[in-house]
């Protein structure tokens, strides 16, 4: 993970996805496949907004010389392609949980789905070519590479004022809509048997990417610095804004393993916790992920360490194990 960490922080502010796949490694790293010939499906691929599509073998960190070649390769492309799609890409929000933030609440609602629900589940992920509910949660930020669904963009988040007495949906969710629309709507789909099975397999998808995206604090941050992406800050020393902060340096911070992660969440779940966190509607939802914005993720400095992990890791944990709790009850209400 070095080498993805190093290629994040030299492009901070760059959205970037990671995701497991072997394609590409051909076209991307000639040289470098030579030399992990027989191990490549152990590869992360870096992908850069549209069309930015970086693979960088894991196995490469071994070695330093190889690593700072494809660093270097990695941030050229990286680079190159930011730059000929900066306006398209960051006219809207960066927008996202950290993939492994998405599959730790995934798995969270995985294991508490009930056993019916969870072959329902994987029947309509089938549909897609997702095999589990903690991958499928990510499939929301690999469609943003596919022009057809541009129109998803706006979706993935809620732009709202410091001083936010209520949701008002002329005011806080305009005419491309926002994420809590988009809950709904796609919640409504998924119920709906009279629509086809391809149709409600598209509305699981979307429908857990929004419930997880929404108990991500900064994803209903302020308009006018697009959720934090405009809030440059330095976390431990190295260079990131406030949104992403948020999705991927926090979380990555504590979780070396999302599954294990996940698990022990749920251990320590008891029951009146789960029917308690259930509870509530996703406005509910988003008056706490906005509370927790001005509460704990903006500040006043932009220099950030330790105080500021101590404060917020807890918050973060909070964040996933509600995400996936919530993911669940609304899974077992629309498909048992
Ligand atoms: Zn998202």
Redesign the pocket.
Known sequence: MYLLNTVHRRISGAPIVVERSCSGVKEIFPICRKQVTGRLPNTDVVKLSQSARIVVPLNLALDDQILGWAVNRAIYRITFIFSCIVSSAFSGQV???GADAHRASGEIAWQLLEVPVQTEVKRLLKLKGETTLAEAGTW??RMRSNDAYDWVGPL??INLPVAWDSYDKSRDCPEHGCILDAIKVNRAKLTDKSLSDIERAEALLFLV??VE?IHQPM?TGLREDRGGNDVMVEFFGEATNLHALWDTHLPRRFINDWKAFATEEVDRLDRREVLRTAAGEPELWLQESHRLAHMNAYTDTSVLGEAYYDKNREVIALRLRQGGIRLAAVLNEALR
């Open positions: 927008v996202a949980w929301a930020d993935h988040y990417h929004f995206d994803h």
